[in-house]
T-cell receptor
Framework: ETGVTQTPRHLVMGMTNKKSLKCEQH?????MYWYKQSAKKPLELMFV???????ENNSVPSRFSPECPNSSHLFLHLHTLQPEDSALYLC???????????FGNGTRLTVT | QQQVKQSPQSLIVQKGGISIINCAYE??????FPWYQQFPGKGPALLIA?????SEKKEGRFTISFNKSAKQFSLHIMDSQPGDSATYFC????????????FGEGTQLTVNP
């Protein structure tokens, strides 16, 4: 079983809703990431946190807002999303930002 | 400069056959080439990785072949099994930045019994 747990597994939300995705890692890692996975497209890195500091923000729209309260937890707050934001959102962690990634099983998001 | 091109998009192989997935990269600074395996409903998991100081790396039925001059690398799955049916992603990056990867678009492999 994965050491990176994501909840919820599935989420359907309207364009005016506000929701949050949660990620928890049990591996003692210091870096955490959000990726977006769309069909037939490469994984897109959204945000990188190292020791709870955001170190990378890859031109992600402001309707996605990350939060990393400690090295074990990562949130992605969502508001006023668009239908094209429907995708699988993957959380990952690594020992540090130079180490291999360990992915969670993702949250399947549908924006209606 | 940062793209990784992966082919084919989908692949169907008979049980016992060889599955071959190819990737090409552009950035000559890349020196770390992992492959990830993703089953439906699961996140990607690191399968095998190679560094350019070797031309081939084998782990069980899985082999990576690397051609530095052509900037290409490939995954070979020998004696393919139905349990190998999954989506495979190649990636490329710097070994010193192991988490900062550029991913390919993925190959959906189906192994028929």
């Amino acid at each position: 079983e994965t050491g990176v747990t994501q909840t919820p597994r599935h989420l359907v939300m309207g364009m005016t809703n506000k929701k949050s995705l949660k990620c928890e890692q049990h591996l003692g890692h210091n870096a955490m990431y959000w990726y977006k996975q769309s069909a037939k497209k490469p994984l897109e890195l959204m945000f990188v946190y190292s020791l709870e500091e955001r170190v990378e923000n890859n031109s992600v729209p402001s309707r996605f807002s990350p939060e990393c309260p400690n090295s074990s937890h990562l949130f992605l707050h969502l508001h006023t999303l668009q239908p094209e934001d429907s995708a699988l959102y993957l959380c990952a962690s690594s020992r540090d930002i130079n180490s291999p990634l360990h992915f969670g099983n993702g949250t399947r998001l549908t924006v209606t | 400069q940062q793209q990784v091109k992966q082919s084919p998009q989908s692949l169907i192989v008979q049980k016992g056959g060889i599955s071959i997935i190819n990737c090409a990269y552009e950035n000559t600074a890349f020196d770390y080439f992992p492959w990830y395996q993703q089953f439906p409903g699961k996140g990607p998991a690191l399968l095998i990785a190679i560094r350019p100081d070797v031309s081939e790396k084998k782990e069980g039925r899985f082999t990576i072949s690397f051609n530095k001059s052509a900037k290409q690398f490939s995954l070979h799955i020998m004696d393919s099994q139905p349990g190998d049916s999954a989506t495979y992603f190649c990636a490329a990056g710097r070994e010193t930045s192991g988490s900062r990867l550029t991913f390919g678009e993925g190959t959906q492999l189906t192994v028929n019994p």
